[in-house]
């Protein structure tokens, strides 16, 4: 049997990326409700993020995205964050925000619009370099909302057309990380809607090209770590973006609306290798706070990773190996609930206190004084969200 | 069997009511992309409203949603309708953009913000008073993002009690009509989420409270047309949003995203003796235009309505009550699809051309010079949208 | 905060009856593979659910299923279920594997396979009579694969009709439990569809109608907890079939595909009152175990619910009412997950030696000799299966 | 505008496979109702599609399913077929019926099961090789119902391997055709669950191995056309199983559930170069007729995709190429609908008598006798059916 002290070790190598919009206000079509202390600038992002880290130590890198974190001086802002104990990660491109993108970006009929799409992913790409960030990841919001609108398989050959200009421009150190959705906001067809797409991209592409995989993203009942294995197998597999949903994509706290499943993804990512210090899967989050704190939000957000992560790492193998291989399907099972329904809070806050952390990171954000600190300062100046 | 010609008496008892912010701008929690044009008060939403119901003689009245298309006078805004050719119609209460109704509106645990909801709406049935308006429409976004959120039990009590005062205030003209909701903007629970729900809630209420079923409101996969003719069979079917979607709300033009289920939809209506003069039900659109043209997209959604309602009306009733009574499963369907497969276009055409409407509604708008007009007169201002 | 021995006397209430047939084969329209050891006849199904019980003290009672376990002498049947310490429970009609029944049984457009049907019902109130079953449990596959192959509305009518005779012929200490489904075998429509149908019906018969809520028998997404409260409030929830599924109606074991959804709903049973001494709900497994071993899989499904009601007590329901008030939504949500998140298991094992139980009730089957002996001695007859 | 003259020579291209399974009896795991007039012999089947055949010109193929249509003399079964005018075609092959397969078949865990799997498909191509088939077709039943039942990582591998022996077999004529299913017969994970994991398989393989789209195979709310685009233009769309569905994998009538999204496909199919003389992708149906009769019930599905294969030709498609680059959404979708909505009944109907086809392929039927006939030789025997 497997025990918190033989994967305590394990433990050591989870990061998770934070995303600096979580910090921002969000919301539905239908209203965003604004919060005290929100961040007016990627610096007071960074400095949220930062917080999340210091209190528990899982979260060493801020995930940008531009324009919404654009800055004049990047090399000042990746100097800001290391003053703060955290470093910039992946640049996140946004192609659905300006006028021209109404019918699409990178897959758009008109060239000019296309251009521009692809000159705004070369920009990014500049500022990786400045920040030393690895990863480029898109997120397309190109779609149709009516059967018709457009020629879906011509939309496929700009895409790739597109894809292979900014792929092109990455260093031997760069990735190009394509994630897929299944729907919104575009409500007939996504132009990247599954993994399959965005596998077929990625390969065509080259070995720098991998696919990004949001749990969110998904039609109702995909089995996602069958996709985590997949992906893992075919060497695909960029980085994940975790949230979790109930109904279409939700955002919500990732390991909020089915717990299981974030233990059977987690499982499948050790299993096949995607975690650990050979690994170079990125695990980021990807959430809206729309109703609860922002900040306690990434910190519980973040806790759930990790002990979903000590979960999966309780499977006892071998045992459930030989249950495997003998066809005890009942046995199998009870193997992997085993390891689901240990309890290893306690232990996992004796972890984090032997290692310098507070026990309960929830608790030290409530007694450290910084959300009435934020509240008193951020006064005034525009609040960040996604529309800035 | 039958023909057009039997049919096309029927046809004169359409109307199908516009709401006011199908002319507004629109869009999802992404971009809300502007469009030239656009309304900037109620009374050009009215304007555009009844400039389709003169091409198309269906819809003579404007829904109106309040605070959105809130006036001084809504007796001279009667006035302004009646002069443009319409009427105004179903009063929609908004409980969702004001930062009180964050977590609930009718459903809140507070009293004080449950008594601002009601008194919302109290103020929205003495805009009725004003309107002769005969239905306040309630939707609510009141749910929770998380389970234990809220006590979902107490939000039902409350929301009864709540729902039972709003009752009382109407006359006796007067009607209470309760739209449910599968989820959005809550996205672990919602207190309306279902028909099941509503009706309870209007049984208890009575006579005079009836259910709004919006066709884009359901789980996936669920049997709409069952809905309608229960409710109908349980006299509790009180109004219709249509719209079509391929995913979640997606609110697109209806009959847009599957045909044959809007076919189906309005058999049932006719089956059960929701259509025509003696019927109360309600029809209304209740769209999103967030890419294409709002006016035109009105035009195409209630000659959508109109056309199913023909193609519904050809099903050879005495045949397929034959071949359901003995059982040939084929033959019942194949009279189904035969009205359904129906070309009712140039007949159609042919029909608007004989009461004085134009044959082609979209190309007579095109040709109208309305579009060149509102887009030279509606510069500056604060165009219509979700949030005004 | 609560504990485990706060909440332990609590358990003793559970009693969760188990399904004849689940000890028979089952499969799949592709493939039935027997197993061996099955039953042959009711007794040694009741043999088989006995030993259940025996082991784990949750499962006092058997339901029967008409006509699969008809047997000459029911009073005889009971005493055999009476020697072998269970008690025969509920009865479940069987109206749909008559050739009559192709096209609907309650609901046929034919009066005399309604009749038929009426009849097989009404035969099955004279078997509760004689095996002191409360319980009427009426599932119907009645439905339609096609649009138009029949009348949906004079089928709610012909069923309201049909359901009305039975519910005439009841004891005052008996119920009729109407189940829904929301789909197959029927593949267009549903005739009892959702729980609004269901609860229509009960509510126009009496107070002793009641619903049926199959926990597999919903619309994916479906948030089947608010249902359970709903239910509860409205007075009308008769009884859960306990099953899990990650897609359609897929009868696998309780608590197996996403145990927190089963936390829900047991956390919504305990707070409505539909558990413990008072509560008149009952509760019963209605799976199969395609591939699995049936006995082990019966013990590990009311483990399984005996588990996840032992968490649902451990919510500390005033510190969640206090952040439920203040609309602390991070805090509230938390304690439902502290609840889930603890582990009961061990606590459980020691309780039940307790009581005089094994304190591993699947490894005390699986050193008990009983599988060798019952494989050993069920050779040749006909098993058990959904067809006999 | 394009008319019906214009496309009726592309209508002689269509040749559609019908599936001998079809004409047996079919139902759900509660119930197979069987039918009058059954064939009892693989030839008996064939000389039902054959029939359908001579009344439609449409199905000149029949696909056998091993062993189901399992004969001592292959050869014998092709001059049967070819006397009554129809050819054998795709080969099925059949992995899940034997009590070996439980657990799964080219993926078991256990060698020796993988090696009886492969012998059943190479038995198949052996059979191939005696009937002229191109095409050998791979619907794997393989899944696992439980988490952790079986290790998916290495059951992709060792699917991969076996489908590598089964490939390397094949002639340089012959092709490997690989379904994939969302789920069911398994109901936690499948192996071949989406078009991305069958296409992968695919790739590796190599240029003669090919996915088989069935329609009825995904998760609720895919864009079906979307991957049949994607399938076209990666070079790797190698069948069609039509059908359709409200709900799982229903095996209705194709086009009776949402005729417009069959058309849809149709369209997709057709402007990516899948339809016509110089196109290899097969067309077959794959249906049950549960409670329908089975000749009549493939007359009108072949009929289906006959219909909106003419109204797919009949989009303007440059019109729509205008409307499509000049971003006029409403436009380009009223391009699509117009010629969906276009009545081709009546056209098609005098196209077929003057091809010597019976204007009305099922009143043809209904008048041949060929009912009767069929109803009273046929007594006796074995009825065919899935589980012979």
């Given at each position: 049997m497997?025990?918190?002290?033989?994967?305590?070790?394990?433990?050591?190598?989870?990061?998770?990326?934070?995303?600096?919009?979580?910090?921002?206000?969000s919301g539905t079509r239908f209203k965003v409700f604004a919060q005290a202390g929100v961040p007016r600038t990627p610096e007071e992002k960074i400095a949220d993020a930062a917080k999340v880290h210091e209190?528990?130590?899982?979260?060493?890198?801020?995930a940008l995205h531009i324009p919404w974190d654009l800055v004049d001086d990047f090399d000042k802002l990746g100097a800001f964050a290391a003053d703060h104990g955290v470093r910039l990660g992946t640049i996140?491109?946004?192609t659905f925000q300006d006028d021209d993108y109404k019918l699409g970006s990178l897959t758009h009929p008109d060239a000019a619009v296309r251009r521009k799409a692809?000159?705004?992913?070369?920009?990014?790409?500049?500022i990786m370099d400045s920040t030393g960030s690895r990863d480029l990841k898109i997120w397309l919001a190109d779609g149709t909302n009516y059967p018709g609108q457009d020629d879906t398989r011509s939309r496929q050959d700009r895409l790739a057309e597109s894809l292979r200009v900014v792929y092109d421009r990455l260093s031997a150190e760069q990735r190009l990380v394509l994630e897929y959705k299944f729907f919104e906001p575009a409500f007939y067809h996504t132009d990247v809607?599954?993994?399959?797409?965005?596998?077929?991209?990625?390969?065509?592409?080259?070995?720098?090209?991998?696919?990004?995989?949001?749990?969110?993203?998904?039609?109702?009942?995909?089995?996602?770590?069958?996709?985590?294995?997949?992906?893992?197998?075919?060497?695909?597999?960029?980085?994940?973006?975790?949230?979790?949903?109930?109904?279409?994509?939700?955002?919500?706290?990732?390991?909020?609306?089915?717990?299981?499943?974030?233990?059977?993804?987690?499982?499948?990512?050790i299993r096949s290798g995607g975690y650990g210090a050979n690994s170079d899967v990125a695990f980021m989050l990807d959430q809206c706070h729309n109703i609860e704190e922002k900040i306690p939000g990434q910190i519980r957000s973040v806790l759930n990773v990790q002990e979903m992560t000590a979960r999966a790492l309780l499977v006892d193998a071998d045992a459930l190996a030989?249950?495997?291989?003998?066809?005890?399907?009942?046995?199998?099972?009870?193997?992997?609930?085993?390891?689901?329904?240990?309890?290893?809070?306690?232990?996992?806050?004796?972890?984090?206190?032997?290692?310098?952390?507070?026990?309960?990171?929830i608790a030290a954000y409530n007694a450290s004084?910084?959300?009435?600190?934020?509240?008193?300062?951020?006064?005034?100046?525009?609040?960040?969200?996604w529309g800035a």
């Open positions: 497997t025990t918190f002290s033989d994967i305590a070790p394990q433990l050591t190598h989870q990061e998770i990326e934070l995303p600096s919009w979580a910090f921002g206000n209190l528990t130590g899982l979260a060493p890198k801020v996140n491109t946004n692809i000159d705004h992913m070369l920009r990014c790409v500049d809607p599954d993994w399959g797409t965005s596998y077929a991209h990625c390969a065509a592409l080259g070995d720098r090209a991998k696919v990004c995989l949001d749990t969110g993203h998904h039609a109702p009942g995909t089995n996602i770590e069958f996709i985590v294995m997949q992906l893992l197998r075919l060497g695909k597999l960029g980085s994940f973006d975790f949230n979790s949903r109930f109904y279409a994509d939700d955002d919500l706290i990732v390991g909020a609306a089915d717990p299981f499943q974030l233990f059977r993804i987690l499982y499948e990512v030989d249950a495997q291989t003998s066809g005890d399907v009942l046995a199998a099972n009870q193997l992997m609930m085993d390891a689901f329904y240990t309890d290893v809070r306690s232990d996992l806050a004796d972890w984090r206190a032997s290692r310098g952390l507070p026990a309960d990171p004084g910084y959300r009435e600190q934020i509240t008193a300062d951020r006064v005034g100046g525009q609040q960040a969200g």
